[in-house]
C-alpha cells in the first residue's frame, strides 16, 4: 500500500502541515500566505519563525505572497509563536503567520495563521481562506502598491516587557531553573529573560537549528535528557518546550517527570482562585482531575473536541472574563492575562510563582493532588471501518455515561475512556484514565476491540 | 486588435505586468525549475530598484531554496554586476529581477549561467520544459540550504576587474566633468562611486537614490534624457551618461546632444581596436561603420541574429576582442566580461576621450558616416512568409541573408526586416551612405511591406 498523503500533508482549518520535499511544498506555500494576503484587511502582516533549516524556504514564500497582496510584512526572524501573537497586537497589525512545526519532528513544517488579536482564526474565517487557497483566486496588489518588508529585532524585549506585567519577575530569580529548549526558540527568550531579570536558567539543548531529540512534550522526552539532570544541577524545577515555545512540560526538584497532563490542572489550581473567571476549557481526552480542579475552586469545566480549533470555537462563546484558563493535555495552557494563546514559557513562570506563592517545592504541590493513571494508544486505522467502530464501542460499554461529540468517550465515576479519530495523523487514539491504579483492563480491551477494525 | 502583452514566458525567460499577470506564483515555480536545471549549489540573486524586486526577489529565493539551491543575495545591483558576480564566486547560476528598460509596472527574470552568461537556446529549452511539466526538486529539510547576503564585493571586484583592463591613471589625470542620469535604477548608487572615486571624474548627477521612482522613461534616449542633456550644457561637463533601470547606458555629448546608439558601440569599438587587433562581433543591424573602423585595423567583423546570446556566442567561437549590438547601444568588452557591460562601456570612453584629447562630438564626427531609417510595421498572423518573398523578390541583383529575417545588401547600403519575438510586427531598418539612398530603400521597403498584395502572396 502506499504511503496515504495524510501521511505526508495535511492543509486543514489549522493550516497547512507537511514533510518538506514530500508532501509540504513551495508551491502550497506561496499559495496558502496568498489566500492569507487576500482574506486579511488592508494593513501589515507580523511574521516569526522557528530555527529549522526549511522554516527559511517557508519565510521567503511566505513574504512574496503577503507583499505581492499589498501587505507590509514585519519579520521578527526566529521568534516563538508567542512572541509573534504578542507583537501582532502591539502592531495593531492585521494579522500574523508563525512558520514552524512546534512539537513535530525535523522534517516538518507549517504555517499558522493568526488573526488581528493574535489569536487563531476561528473555523469560520478558516473555512474562508481555505476557500481562497482552493480557488487560487488572489487579490494581488498593482505594482505601486506591492509592499514593504522590514526587519524588526526586539519582539522579544516588547514580549517579556508583557510578561513582566504579570509575573514578579525579580522574585522568581531565587529559583534556579533548568531548561531543555529543545533546540526551539525559547533559548532566546529565556536568555534574555535571565539578562533582563535575573532569572536563573541552566540551558540544555539550547543551540537553535538542529534538533537533538524529538521536540514534544512528552513525559517520555521530559525522561529522555532533563529529568536526570535537575537534582544534579540542584535546581528547583525542569521544564522541556517544544521548537516553538508554546507547549511545556516539566520535572520536579526531584528529577522526577512529570506527565504532560499535569499541566492544566496545576495552572487551574493557581489561576482560578485569582480569577474571575471559573470556567476551564479543555478537550474531551485531557484528565479528569480537572474537575476535582474545578470543584475545589467554583468552577466549572467545559469539554470540547481535540484541537486547538474547538478549543478557540468554544472560548468565542464565552465572555473573556467568564474564562479562567484554557488547555490540553499536550501541555499547551492559554492563560487569560495573554489574551488566550498557548504560551509555555507564561506556563512556567506560572508554576514557579506557584512555587513562590506557596512557599514550597514542586514536589510537595503535586503531592496535593490525587494520584490519575492515564494510559494512551494507537492504531491505524481503514477509513470505511471507523463508523462501525464507534456504534460497536457504543453498545458494549452502553453502561457508562456516554459522550459522541468527538468519537466516543464513556464515563463511570472515577473511570473514563475517549476513542477518536485524529484529525493530523492516519491513526485511531486511545485513552483511558482512572483514579488511582491504572485502568489496564478496561485499556487491553478498548485495544483489542479497535484493533479488529485496523488496516 | 493587437494584444497586450501583460505576460510573457518563453525562451527569454519570464516577463510581464506585475499584479495579476506575473505572480509570485509564476514567479517561485520559474525559479525553482531554474534550481532544479543549475543543480542544488550556490545561486546569485540581485534585483533593480522597481517596487516589485523585493517581493518577486523573495519568491525566487522560496523556489531557489526549495530546489535545494543556497542563495546568495546581492540586493540592488547593475545587471552587469550580477553577471560578473555569479561567474566570479563559482555559483551555478544567476538571476537578475529586472525589466530593464520596461516601464515601472513590469517586471522580469533574466538568467545566467555559471558562466554569468545569458542562457542559450538550448539551455532555455531545456529550463522551459522544467518549468512546464512542473518536473521540480523538492528539497527535503536536511537537504535546504540558507540565504546570505553579499553586498559588497560585486560591486568592489566588477568595478577592480574593470580598471585592470583600462589605462586608469590616464583616465583620473584628465579629471573629466562627468554627468550622470542614473533613473534611480540600479546604478543610482554604484555608478557615481565608479565615476568619481574609481575614475576620479567631477561628477554633476540627478536620479541617483534607488528608493525613489524612476523619475523619466525608463529607456534611455533623445525623448527621454532632457535633463541629462540640460545637466551637461548647463555645467560645462564633457560628457554625460544615461542608464536604464538595469544599468544600460545611453551618451550624451559636451553639447547636450544625445547619441545614436550606434555610434556609442562604434566609438568604444575603435577604442578597444586601436589598443588591440581582434575579431569584432556585431548583429545584422548594426551600421556598416563598424566594417569601415575594422577594416582600417585590418580586423575582421562577424554578423549575428539580434540577441546578446548570440553575438556573445560568436565572441566566444571566434574569441573576439570586441563587440556588441548597434541597436541598444550595447558594449561587450570580453576583457572584462562577455556579456552587455555599461560600466566597461564607460571606462571605454572615457579611455577614448583620455587617449585622444578629443571632445565627444568630435569622435562621432570622425566616425565613418552613414545614414539610418528605421520603423516598425505591423502584419496579420500567418503573411509573415509571403512578406518575406515579396522583399526578396523585389531586389534581385540584391545580397540575400537570411538568418534573422531578412537583410538585402547593396554596395552602398542595406535593408533589414526581422519580426518581434514578442509581437506580430515586423521591424525595418535601412542604411546607406547617403541621405537620399537611405530614404530610397526605406520607401520601397514600406511599400512593400504595406502593399496588401505583398500580403496576400501576389
Not at chain 1, 513582566?164 to 522574585?171: Q, R, T
Not at chain 2, 516601464?103 to 512546464?132: C, T, V, W
Not at chain 2, 554578423?303 to 573576439?320: H, I, K, S, Y
Amino acid at each position: 500500500m502506499s504511503a496515504r498523503s495524510g501521511e505526508s500533508l495535511r492543509i486543514s482549518h489549522v493550516g497547512l502541515r507537511g514533510i518538506v520535499g514530500r508532501g509540504l511544498s513551495a508551491e502550497q506555500v506561496v499559495d496558502f500566505a496568498s489566500a492569507f494576503g487576500t482574506f486579511l484587511g488592508g494593513g501589515p502582516v507580523v511574521l516569526g519563525r522557528d530555527p529549522r533549516a526549511s522554516s527559511v524556504m517557508l519565510r521567503e514564500g511566505v513574504i512574496a505572497g503577503l507583499l505581492a497582496c499589498g501587505h507590509d510584512v514585519i519579520d521578527l526572524g526566529v521568534v516563538s509563536t508567542p512572541v509573534i501573537q504578542h507583537a501582532i497586537r502591539r502592531h495593531g497589525a492585521a494579522g500574523g503567520v508563525s512558520i514552524g512545526a512546534s512539537h513535530n519532528a525535523a522534517e516538518w513544517n507549517a504555517l499558522k495563521f493568526l488573526g488581528g488579536a493574535g489569536t487563531y482564526l476561528s473555523t469560520a474565517e478558516a473555512s474562508e481562506l481555505l476557500d481562497l487557497y482552493h480557488l487560487r483566486r488572489f487579490t494581488f496588489a498593482t505594482w505601486e502598491r506591492v509592499g514593504r518588508l522590514r526587519q524588526e529585532d526586539d519582539a522579544i524585549d516588547y514580549y517579556l516587557d508583557g510578561l513582566a506585567s504579570v509575573y514578579d519577575l525579580a522574585a522568581l530569580a531565587r529559583f534556579k531553573v533548568i531548561v531543555d529548549c529543545a533546540n526551539g526558540t525559547s533559548s532566546r527568550i529565556l536568555r534574555r529573560l535571565a539578562e533582563r531579570h535575573g532569572l536563573r536558567f541552566i540551558l540544555i539543548n539550547e543551540r537553535m537549528g538542529a534538533l537533538a531529540h524529538e521536540p514534544n512534550t512528552s513525559a517520555a522526552m521530559v525522561a529522555l535528557q532533563l529529568a536526570p539532570l535537575v537534582a544534579p544541577a540542584g535546581a528547583d524545577a525542569g521544564f522541556l518546550f517544544d521548537v516553538d515555545s508554546d507547549r511545556v512540560a516539566m520535572a520536579t526538584g526531584a528529577g522526577v517527570p512529570v506527565t504532560e497532563e499535569m499541566m492544566l490542572p496545576l495552572l487551574a489550581d493557581y489561576l482560578l482562585p485569582r480569577s474571575r473567571g471559573k470556567l476551564i476549557i479543555t478537550n474531551l481526552s485531557t484528565t479528569a482531575l480537572v474537575e476535582e480542579i474545578a470543584a475545589r475552586h467554583g468552577g466549572k469545566v467545559i469539554r470540547v473536541r481535540v484541537g486547538r480549533q474547538a478549543a478557540m470555537d468554544a472560548m468565542a462563546i464565552y465572555r473573556p472574563e467568564e474564562i479562567g484558563v484554557a488547555g490540553e493535555g499536550t501541555g499547551a495552557v492559554m492563560i487569560p492575562a495573554f489574551r488566550f494563546v498557548y504560551d509555555g514559557i507564561a506556563s512556567m513562570l506560572a508554576v514557579l510563582s506557584m512555587m513562590l506563592e506557596r512557599g514550597t517545592t514542586l514536589t510537595e504541590i503535586l503531592a496535593g493532588y490525587p494520584r490519575y493513571s492515564i494510559l494512551k494508544g494507537q492504531v491505524s486505522f481503514v477509513p470505511q471501518r471507523i463508523p462501525a467502530m464507534f456504534m460497536e464501542l457504543e453498545r458494549r460499554y452502553s453502561d457508562g455515561r456516554v459522550n459522541s461529540a468527538d468519537g466516543l468517550r464513556v464515563d463511570w465515576p472515577d473511570t473514563w475512556f475517549h476513542v477518536r479519530v485524529s484529525q493530523t495523523e492516519p491513526i485511531v487514539r486511545v485513552i483511558c484514565e482512572q483514579k488511582g491504579e491504572p485502568p489496564r483492563a478496561l485499556f487491553d480491551a478498548l485495544m483489542d476491540q479497535v484493533r479488529q477494525y485496523a488496516a | 486588435m493587437p494584444r497586450e502583452h501583460l505576460l510573457k514566458i518563453g525562451v527569454s525567460g519570464i516577463r510581464g505586468v506585475v499584479g495579476p499577470f506575473l505572480t509570485p506564483q509564476l514567479t517561485r515555480a520559474f525559479a525553482q525549475a531554474f534550481g532544479t536545471y543549475v543543480g542544488p549549489r550556490r545561486v546569485v540573486v540581485g534585483r533593480d530598484t522597481r517596487t516589485s524586486g523585493p517581493m518577486l526577489q523573495h519568491a525566487v529565493h522560496c523556489g531557489l531554496l526549495a530546489a535545494g539551491c543556497e542563495v546568495t543575495d546581492v540586493g540592488v545591483l547593475p545587471t552587469p554586476t550580477i553577471q560578473f558576480y555569479t561567474a566570479r564566486c563559482g555559483a551555478r547560476g544567476g538571476l537578475a529581477i529586472t525589466a530593464s528598460h520596461n516601464p515601472p509596472e513590469y517586471n522580469a527574470l533574466k538568467m545566467f549561467n555559471a558562466a554569468g552568461l545569458f542562457f542559450n537556446h538550448y539551455e532555455r529549452s531545456e529550463l522551459l520544459d522544467i518549468y512546464h511539466q512542473s518536473a521540480f526538486r523538492e528539497a527535503t529539510n536536511a537537504e535546504m540550504r540558507g540565504v546570505t547576503r553579499d553586498a559588497d564585493a560585486p560591486v568592489r571586484l566588477h568595478i577592480e576587474q574593470v580598471l585592470a583592463q583600462m589605462d586608469a591613471e590616464r583616465i583620473r589625470a584628465r579629471r573629466f566633468r562627468v554627468a550622470l542620469d542614473a533613473v534611480n535604477g540600479a546604478g543610482a548608487v554604484m555608478t557615481p562611486h565608479f565615476l568619481q572615486h574609481a575614475l576620479g571624474c567631477e561628477l554633476q548627477a540627478i536620479s541617483i537614490d534607488p528608493g525613489k521612482p524612476f523619475p523619466r522613461v525608463a529607456e534611455p534616449g533623445p525623448e527621454t534624457l532632457g535633463d541629462l542633456a540640460r545637466l551637461v550644457r548647463e555645467q560645462g561637463c564633457d560628457i554625460g551618461f544615461g542608464q536604464d533601470p538595469d544599468g544600460d547606458l545611453a551618451v550624451v555629448d559636451e553639447t547636450g546632444r544625445v547619441l545614436d546608439n550606434d555610434d556609442v558601440l562604434a566609438v568604444a569599438i575603435d577604442a578597444v581596436l586601436a589598443r588591440q587587433r581582434g575579431a569584432v562581433v556585431v548583429n545584422l543591424t548594426t551600421s556598416s561603420a563598424i566594417d569601415d573602423i575594422a577594416a582600417a585595423r585590418g580586423c575582421r567583423v562577424y554578423r549575428t541574429p539580434v540577441g546578446e546570446a548570440n553575438v556573445v556566442e560568436t565572441m566566444l567561437a571566434t574569441g573576439a576582442v570586441i563587440g556588441g549590438e548597434g541597436s541598444n547601444g550595447g558594449i561587450i568588452y570580453p576583457a572584462v566580461q562577455s556579456c552587455r557591460d555599461s560600466y566597461a562601456g564607460m571606462a571605454l570612453w572615457l579611455d577614448r576621450l583620455a587617449a585622444t584629447g578629443a571632445s565627444v562630438s568630435a569622435l562621432v564626427e570622425g566616425l565613418p558616416r552613414y545614414h539610418r531609417r528605421s520603423a516598425t510595421v505591423g502584419f496579420e498572423h500567418g503573411r509573415l512568409g509571403p512578406l518575406m518573398q515579396k522583399l526578396a523578390g523585389r531586389w534581385p541583383e540584391a545580397q540575400l541573408d537570411r538568418r534573422d529575417g531578412l537583410k538585402v545588401g547593396f554596395a552602398d547600403g542595406w535593408i533589414h526586416a526581422r519580426a518581434s519575438n514578442t509581437e506580430p510586427l515586423l521591424r525595418i531598418a535601412v542604411e546607406a551612405k547617403t541621405e537620399a539612398r537611405a530614404a530610397e530603400l526605406f520607401t520601397a521597403a514600406e511599400q512593400v511591406a504595406a502593399d496588401p498584395s505583398a500580403i496576400l502572396g501576389g
